[in-house]
């Protein structure tokens, strides 16, 4: 049981647009703490996809975007493409846990 | 150019030791926050232990008292030791080099490949 509550599995069609949500609590994203998302494709490391609730790293394209309110945060991705099919995982901090990953979302390209 | 190359999985039983290895090139560890992440097979990411100037450490609940996280400078290596291990702690291991979010808090910008370790008899 992941402290913070990602879906397990999300689909869709390529050029549509998905969003991952994460759920946490009054003590990790609704105590302020950002908010940062991870793409893993099977058998690779994990890969920096948004930090600080809404930033880019240089290279992530712009169909991917972040953003956060209360005790939650999302993941939206846009023009879905095959490429995209990966997990994704949600990564906080929490005042009592210390760093907390969300469980991670499988997203499957249709 | 940033890499991170880890080193020193296994196959070892449980109770047993082993030490992780990450050697860093690129930037200098010391002057970093370095952390380990584990992946068990199957499951999602698991933080377990950062280090910064190699003085601060900081464990999850499941690793405190038989994990060790330290960095050597002339080698510019990250390390983990682990002991007392369990068939729990069976997963991939990352290193990565963290940067500062608000708060003080981190999150992991550059990621090695893995190492794998597994704890079985």
């Known amino acids: 049981q992941s402290v913070l509550t990602q879906p397990p599995s999300l689909s869709g069609a390529p050029g549509q647009r998905v969003t991952i949500s994460c759920t946490g609590s009054s003590s990790n994203i609704g105590a302020g703490y950002d908010v940062h998302w991870y793409q893993q494709f099977p058998g690779t490391a994990p890969k920096l996809l948004i930090f600080?609730?809404?930033n880019r790293p240089s290279g992530v394209p712009d169909r991917f975007s972040g953003s956060k309110s209360g005790t939650s945060a999302s993941l939206a991705i846009t023009g879905l493409q095959a490429e995209d099919e990966a997990d994704y995982y949600c990564q906080s901090y929490d005042s009592t846990l210390s760093v907390v990953f969300g469980g991670g979302t499988k997203l499957t390209v249709l | 150019e940033v890499q991170l190359v880890e080193s020193g999985g296994g196959l070892v039983q449980p109770g047993g030791s082993l030490r992780l290895s990450c050697a860093a090139s690129g930037f200098t560890v010391s002057s970093n926050y370095m952390s380990w992440v584990r992946q068990a097979p199957g499951k999602g990411l698991e933080w377990v232990s950062t280090?910064?100037?190699?003085?601060?450490?900081y464990y999850a609940d499941s690793v405190t008292g038989r994990f060790t996280i330290s960095g050597d400078n002339s080698k510019n290596t990250l390390y983990l030791q682990m002991n007392s291990l369990r068939a729990d702690d069976t997963a991939a291991y990352y290193c990565a080099r963290d940067a500062l979010a608000a708060a003080g808090t981190v999150y992991f910008e550059y990621w090695g490949l893995g190492t794998l370790v597994t704890v079985s008899s």
């Open positions: 600080g609730n809404t």
């Open positions: 280090i910064y100037a190699g003085v601060r450490t």
